[in-house]
């Protein structure tokens, strides 16, 4: 069955650095997401793209943060300069090719802890 | 924005016994709503969709009604069993487009055998 992935399992960073988290969706799908979830919090949505751009974003998803799709198979989330607040969980979704009802399929997601 | 309350933090259940959880939400009226099993340091599994127009939908032990007029919508195991122990999350559409899911803070199902 066809599933997202996502690398790295677990992202360690030093504040003010640099990352990127990697995704690829499922190979039909149209629509991607990224989500965070800060442990024991609820999953959060930041963004959404599609046709090579973004169509929604949340008050999280400030300038520290973007999205791209660099190849036909691959989502990248970047987070410019990390805060302590940037530890969580990152989880990736796509969903297939309606705009409405879209169920979402989610990977295993990134850990990402800045010390 | 949309606010999603669900019942419980925690529930205990004997196995074998139907699990329930609650979802409520207020303001917007949502298109559809969704569930989801979440285990510890794993994404979210989708498990059921339901629309505003449906009353229940099932899936092999799995049920879940959506009653638009007390904004409310139940999520049913039925002959629950240990390998059911998850949280489960509740998510909806978000007013600002269709494609903004929000969720629920989820209820921790605990099966005990």
């Known amino acids: 069955e066809p599933e997202v992935t996502q690398t790295p399992s677990h992202q360690v960073t030093q504040m003010g650095q640099e990352v990127i988290l990697r995704c690829v969706p499922i190979s039909n799908h149209l629509y991607f997401y990224w989500y965070r979830q800060i442990l024991g919090q609820k999953v959060e949505f930041l963004v959404s793209?599609?046709?090579?751009?973004?169509?929604?974003k949340s008050e999280i998803f400030d300038d520290q943060f973007s999205v791209e799709r660099p190849d036909g198979s691959n989502f990248t989330l970047k987070i410019r300069s990390t805060k302590l607040e940037d530890s969580a969980m990152y989880f990736c979704a796509s969903s297939g090719t309606s705009t409405f009802m879209n169920t979402q399929y989610f990977g295993p997601g990134t850990r990402l802890t800045v010390l | 924005s949309q606010k999603i309350e669900q019942n419980s933090e925690a529930l205990n259940i004997q196995e074998g016994k139907t699990a329930t959880l609650t979802c409520n939400y207020t303001n917007y009226s949502p298109a559809y709503l969704q569930w989801y099993r979440q285990d510890p340091g794993r994404g979210p599994v989708f498990l059921l969709l339901?629309?505003?127009?449906?009353k229940e939908k099932r899936k092999e032990r799995l049920k879940v009604t959506f009653d638009t007029t007390l904004k409310q919508s139940l999520f049913h195991i039925t002959a629950s069993q240990p390998a059911d122990s998850a949280t489960y999350l509740c998510?909806?559409?978000?007013?600002?487009?269709?494609?903004?899911?929000?969720f629920g803070t989820g209820t921790k199902l605990q099966v005990i055998p």
């Open positions: 998510a909806l559409d978000d007013p600002g487009g269709y494609q903004k899911v929000t």
């Open positions: 793209f599609y046709n090579n751009e973004i169509s929604e």
């Open positions: 339901i629309r505003e127009n449906e």
